[in-house]
């Protein structure tokens, strides 16, 4: 599973005020964003990795110094980042043999190299390599690894380092929002075609090959890639799978650990088979719960109801008997509801964005819920996916990670419906039952067991209410990774506190720079929200305009009550013109100009100004060009068509 495409971008607008003010100049220009991608619930089968497998043998390959240059990828724009490519053994059991390009980015240690920091944002098959390049410039500022390269990377089957494709993009669109509880034997005929296309596919352009895709050799492609960089020891910050991979990597070269930073845990192995099927659909079961307890009780909630529950189950019940369409004739069906609905799950500052879409779709708009699914499943705005949930089965029994069928498939069905009687509804006995999977394309690979023995300290996060990766994976793997490692408790909602929680942020930035531990049972509350500043009433509104609330716009933009304070206004006005009113309007109200800033988004608009107090305002305005790129495009359909949208942003400091 993945969780939807994120800017950090109140971060970035903040980082180039205050780079301006203190230069007088524009400030740096930063486009960056953040995903919190996440797991599917397995567990290991097969063999397990031998116990002499801890490093490289005599016939580990090895590279030569990394070759960095400009980046020519759409994605890397920050003319600080400097990319390289680095060639891999698909198979290390035959080091001579068939290549495979390693895709990297790098945001360089800008002050006296300490050495670098390895990245992985989870998936398995989440792209490093966008992450950083989007968005490393961001995070080595804000957690201090000013002496550090940022170092990102597809892993192998990942977009551009050899990216799984089993089946093209039309295939894929087609067999997107299946009807999965099939009326009608052309329902159920579409179901069957999706998977024996995908299988069907993947054994013809890969045969015997796709175990070579797998956790363990990506561990040992990291490995090269330190040698490439020239360092005996590397420092690592995983999120969701990343964790496991990073754990992966620990125990094959405990010696080269540096320090590790893995944000919410997930440790599959070892799991029963209960545990394999329950973990996740309770969790999401229990951020559902949380959700519309939310709606209920906060009156602003778009989606309000004494039974907030119940009224989903109604639009879902009603989406599956008559599914919506958008503008160009794609359905809209509960499939879709419940892919939309798990990916606002991921994150707290998403409740207010699926909301907004619920009740939109009730009124015969389902625009919005499509947008959320889409950008939860990688799909691009040209109708293009990304690798990942082509290369994440892949990466998975490649793993030796796969659900077993149950011995008691009848009392596993009852376990599911008792615990997640809303998001397991659907699952039948033919789910616990079918022993096909991983065995139709091919035999699983090996499973690493965690067991670190290293001296390279290790922080483990765990949520209490994450849903995708539930805090009993963050106390297994901490007990796993041995006396060097301490798990930190973040007890609130979301998976993945990057950025997020400035408590986890400062603790995960101490042990990446500074080789520093918290102490053990550390908890980190969530943060608060920001509170209205004293001259928010002292705003000028300018003719025209009106105050509305376009939740899908704030969350594209990173822009969350705990990391600021906004207002979003629509206007009439052209993209300049907007900006040229208000900053007219502001400094005739006393505000000081800090000019403007070259955001890389095409349509945008971004000044920052000094309060009389000396606060930072932050004035975005996003035409509708904005909301036509790839960064913006998931906020499009709850964009009104001809307005431009203007972002008021207190930014404390």
């Known amino acids: 599973m993945r969780a939807g495409t994120r ?39 097969g063999d397990t990795v031998a116990p002499d497998s801890t490093g490289p043998n005599d016939t580990t390959p090895t590279v030569g110094s990394l070759d960095w240059g400009p980046c020519t990828d759409e994605l890397a724009t920050a ?47 989440g792209s490093g390599f966008a992450f950083i390049a989007q968005s490393g410039v961001t995070i080595q500022t804000e957690m201090g690894l000013d002496a550090f390269d940022l170092v990102g990377f597809d892993p192998r089957g990942v977009d551009r380092s050899g990216g799984i494709e089993c089946v093209d993009d039309a295939f894929q669109d087609k067999h997107l929002y299946l009807d999965d509880t099939p009326d009608t034997p052309e329902e159920q005929a579409l179901l069957d075609e999706a998977d024996q296309g995908f299988v069907d596919g993947c054994k013809k352009n890969y045969g015997d090959t796709l175990v070579d895709y797998s956790t363990e050799n990506t561990a040992r492609d990291m490995d090269l890639i330190r040698e490439g960089l020239g360092d005996d020891q590397i420092s690592y910050l995983g999120i969701s799978y990343g964790t496991y991979l990073g754990a992966v990597y620990a125990t094959l070269f405990p010696d080269r650990v540096r320090s590790m930073a893995l944000d919410s845990a997930y440790e599959p192995n070892g799991d029963t088979i209960d545990e394999q099927y329950l973990t996740q659909i309770v969790g999401f079961e229990g951020a559902f719960n949380d ?24 639009l879902r019940q009603q989406l599956d008997d008559h599914p919506l369409t958008d503008a160009n ?34 009124q015969g708009d389902g625009a919005q819920v499509l947008a959320l699914a889409d950008n939860y499943k990688g799909r691009k705005a ?11 089965g892949i990466i998975e029994c490649a793993s030796g990670i796969e659900q077993q069928p149950s ?15 809303r998001l397991g509804r659907d699952v039948t006995l033919k789910d616990l039952t079918d022993t096909s999977g991983c ?62 929680s400035k408590c986890v942020t400062d603790i995960e930035a101490a042990v990446l720079v500074d080789r520093k531990l918290p102490d053990a049972g550390k908890v980190c509350d969530p943060d608060p929200p920001v509170a209205r500043p004293s001259w928010w009433d002292g705003l000028p509104t300018l003719p025209g305009e009106t105050a509305v609330s376009l939740p899908a716009v704030n969350a594209a933009l990173g822009v969350s009550d705990t990391i600021a304070y906004g207002e979003t206004r629509l206007t009439n006005l052209g993209l300049q013109e907007a900006g040229d009113a208000w900053e007219a309007a502001l400094t005739a109200a006393g505000f000081q100009s800090l000019g403007g ?36 495009n998931s906020a499009k359909a709850s964009v009104p068509p001809g307005k431009t949208v203007v972002l008021l942003i207190f930014l404390p400091q």
């Open 7 to 45: 800017l950090f971008f109140v971060t970035s607008i903040s980082l180039a005020m205050v780079a301006a003010a203190c230069s007088s100049g524009s400030g740096v220009t930063v486009t960056d964003r953040t995903t919190a991608t996440t797991d599917t619930t397995g567990d290991t089968t």
């Open 79 to 125: 003319a600080v980042l400097e990319c390289a490519t680095m060639s891999v053994p698909l198979d290390y059991g035959d080091p001579t043999g068939t290549k495979l390009d390693i895709a990297l980015v790098r945001a360089p240690a800008t002050k006296d190299r300490k050495g670098a920091i390895l990245f992985n944002p989870g998936g398995p098959g």
């Open 291 to 314: 959700w519309a307890s939310w709606c209920h009780e906060d009156l602003t909630c778009p989606f309000h109801a004494e039974d907030v529950g119940s009224r989903w189950d109604a």
């Open 329 to 362: 004739g794609r359905p809209i069906n509960q499939s879709t509801l419940d892919v939309a609905t798990s990916a606002a799950l991921y994150s707290e500052s998403d409740w207010p964005v699926l909301a907004d879409a619920l009740v939109k779709a009730e």
């Open 382 to 392: 040209d109708g293009t996916f990304d690798s990942l949930f082509q290369a994440i």
């Open 407 to 421: 011995p008691d498939p009848e009392g596993l069905l009852a376990k599911i419906h008792e615990q997640a009687p």
């Open 439 to 500: 065995s139709d394309l091919m035999t699983p690979g090996k499973v690493v067991n965690v067991d670190y023995k290293g001296d390279g300290p290790v922080v483990v996060v765990g949520g209490t209410n994450d849903p995708a990766t539930p805090i009993r994976w963050a106390n297994e793997m901490t007990a796993e990774l041995g006396p060097n490692a301490t798990m930190v408790t973040f007890t609130g909602e979301g998976h993945g506190q990057l950025l997020t």
């Open 597 to 632: 800033n070259d955001l890389g988004i095409d349509g945008t608009n971004e000044r920052g100004f000094f309060a009389p107090n000396g606060d930072l305002l932050a004035v975005v305005v996003l035409a509708q060009a904005a909301f036509d790129t790839e960064a913006l």
